[in-house]
């Protein structure tokens, strides 16, 4: 559990965050420090971990079972996951019912920026060969992968799926303008950044930075975003260019 006391939920204003998980003690240490704690501290947003074996219909805790048809795995049961779902949606109404999954839509900025304006977002925290097919059409909303490639289970995902919402809600980051600046909003990359001295071992800030001269300075970070991006991504280009 989060080791500052909780916020009253009626001190809420923007977000409540339900992450379904089988490793509920893993997710919360990701919310217990910087940004994300702060926010929940502020009351911007609010973050719950369900443990999915509270749910389980076995004396033991299991809430998988074996694939039919055979094959290798285990595969999270419909039952005791659609129990817990009901349970969260008889109290509130999800704008979103996320479940994190390699074939799911991939995680962007845009994305992100649109998840950020809702008010209750569920996440279920996949697990060994995925979830019942069952609950994927008729519970979930939308489905997101972090990338092509495999984890053990969801819950790194579904941290880095709040850690990218979160910071967006406004109050959560003090310059809000910085957010606005990150890589992949105006569809680039950052430019480079640089901060004192104004020379180390030789090492120079481009006089630009130096100048005062705001036009000049936002020129030249577009510059510098622009071939920055042609360099290390250029599939962000060709997106650009075909919109």
């Given at each position: 559990m989060p080791?500052?006391?909780p916020v009253k939920p009626s001190d809420f204003a923007n977000m409540r965050l339900d992450i379904l998980t089988l490793f509920p003690n893993m997710m919360s240490m990701f919310f217990?420090?910087?940004i994300l704690s702060r926010a929940q501290k502020k009351g911007i947003v609010e973050v719950v971990f369900h443990d999915l074996h509270d749910y389980s219909l076995s004396r033991y805790g299991s809430v998988d079972d074996y694939p039919y048809g055979g094959g290798a795995g285990m595969v999270m049961a419909v039952e005791p996951l659609a129990n817990c779902i009901e349970e969260l949606k008889a109290q509130?109404?999800?704008?979103?019912?996320?479940?994190?999954a390699p074939d799911g839509e991939m995680l962007s900025q845009p994305?992100?920026?649109t998840l950020s304006l809702k008010q209750n977002l569920m996440i279920l925290c996949g697990h060994y060969k995925g979830v019942d097919e069952r609950l994927r059409?008729?519970?979930i909303t939308k489905e997101i992968s972090i990338g092509d490639y495999v984890l053990t289970g969801g819950e790194l995902a579904a941290a880095?799926?709040?850690d990218t919402v979160i910071r967006l809600i406004p109050g959560v980051i003090g310059d809000e303008q910085s957010a606005l600046g990150d890589s992949f909003q105006d569809g680039l990359l950052a430019p480079p950044e640089y901060t004192r001295p104004p020379e180390f071992?030789?090492?120079?800030?481009?006089d630009v930075l130096l100048s005062g001269n705001h036009a000049k300075i936002e020129q030249w970070r577009y510059e510098q975003a622009l071939q920055r991006?042609?360099?290390r991504r250029p599939d962000l280009i060709k997106a650009i260019s075909e919109k």
């Open positions: 080791s500052y006391a217990e420090e910087s509130r109404t999800y704008d979103e019912i996320i479940y994190t994305m992100a920026n059409e008729h519970f880095v799926i709040a071992r030789g090492w120079r800030v481009p991006t042609k360099e």
